[in-house]
């Protein structure tokens, strides 16, 4: 959590071999951050105007900055807005120690607001991210001037059986099997699938964006470590759920002073709805936003209400 780490120092982790090239939208722009040990990609939407202050997007698990780019233009009038591809994911290559853990992951998030002095910023998570961006509140109130979770992945005493099977994939050589199994599936097969499991209505999804996700899912099973990534990430989530005391996700929810708008869907099958109640009394200037036709990822399914949320939270605080 060092302030120490600046961009431009070469490390291993950047000669990690590349896949094809990953897709930027329109008025999006990316950028390799280099730190000791550790290379992240970042994407960001230059703001309309100069001196608004900085967001930061931080994706679920086998997501990326890409799964923020239809709510970042709805906001671009009121912050500077950058979503980063967590270790592993996107075009981020693996970090160096291989730690795939929520810190770990919370860890890169802050080296990144540390080096860039972008803090404090408007932090925003989703599933896995969300569990990153809550750990990172907590422990460093400086860098955080709201918080916003859709769906965070926060622990749960009773999880869903739909989503048993993203858990599974913590346990050892259950990726390997995984992999064996499915190595006829086609990218096109894959996508539907995990669109069926993160969306409340695929059928919202368009036909320029689903090819958009095939060609994304291509890219990301040219990567050596993609596997290796999920696991791994998975089981730090099952480990976080695991924790107790002061490192509790919960307790560390509890000691959350920005300001925080929480954001659940109804449909979703890996975070369940019931939790919302929970979060909200958690976290202790919390206000709820429930989308009872959405899934896991609200942000892409209904980026227009996910903005509004966030602007009436901006507002609250004063509008910055």
């Known amino acids: 959590m060092s302030s120490t780490d600046l961009p431009g ?15 930027v939208a329109e008025g999006e722009e990316l950028r390799s951050v280099a730190l000791p040990g550790l290379t992240l990609t970042v994407r960001s939407r230059p703001p309309e105007r100069a001196g608004l202050p900085p967001a930061l997007f931080v994706h679920g698990l086998g997501g990326s900055s ?14 500077a807005g950058a979503a980063v591809d967590l270790p592993g994911f996107g075009d981020s290559p693996p970090p160096d ?5 929520v810190t770990g992951h919370a860890r890169a998030v802050i080296r990144l607001l ?3 002095e972008r803090g404090p910023v408007h932090l925003f998570g989703n599933s896995l991210g969300g569990a990153v961006a809550t750990r990172v509140a907590a422990v460093r109130p400086d860098l955080v001037r709201t918080l916003t979770l859709v769906s965070p992945a926060l622990p749960e005493l009773r999880v869903q059986r739909t989503a048993l099977p993203t858990g599974l994939l913590a346990l050892p050589g259950v990726v390997t099997l995984f992999a064996r199994m499915t190595r006829e599936w086609t990218a096109e097969e894959r996508t539907r699938g995990a669109m069926a499991l993160c969306y409340g ?21 040219e990567l050596p470590y993609f596997w290796d990534a999920m696991a791994r990430s998975a089981r730090g989530i099952v480990d976080a759920y695991t924790l107790g005391g002061q490192h509790g ?21 890996l ?5 919302a109640r929970k979060a909200a009394r958690a976290f202790r200037d919390a206000r709820l936003l429930t989308l009872p036709d959405a899934g896991h990822v ?15 939270l901006l507002d609250e605080c004063g509008g910055s």
């Open 9 to 23: 120092v070469p490390v291993a982790a950047a000669v990690t071999p590349k896949a094809s090239t990953v897709r």
């Open 66 to 79: 890409q799964n923020w780019s239809a709510l970042m233009p709805l906001l671009q009038d009121r912050v």
């Open 97 to 101: 120690d291989g730690n795939y853990s």
């Open 114 to 116: 540390d080096a860039q």
């Open 201 to 221: 209505d695929p059928a919202r999804v368009s036909e320029a964006g689903f090819r958009e996700a095939v060609a994304e899912m291509e890219r990301r099973l």
């Open 249 to 269: 996700l919960w307790r560390q929810a509890e000691r959350v002073l920005a300001p925080t708008q929480l954001v659940y869907g109804g449909r979703d099958q």
């Open 271 to 275: 975070v369940s709805y019931r939790m």
């Open 298 to 312: 609200a942000m892409m399914e209904y980026p227009e209400a996910v903005a509004q949320a966030f602007r009436e």
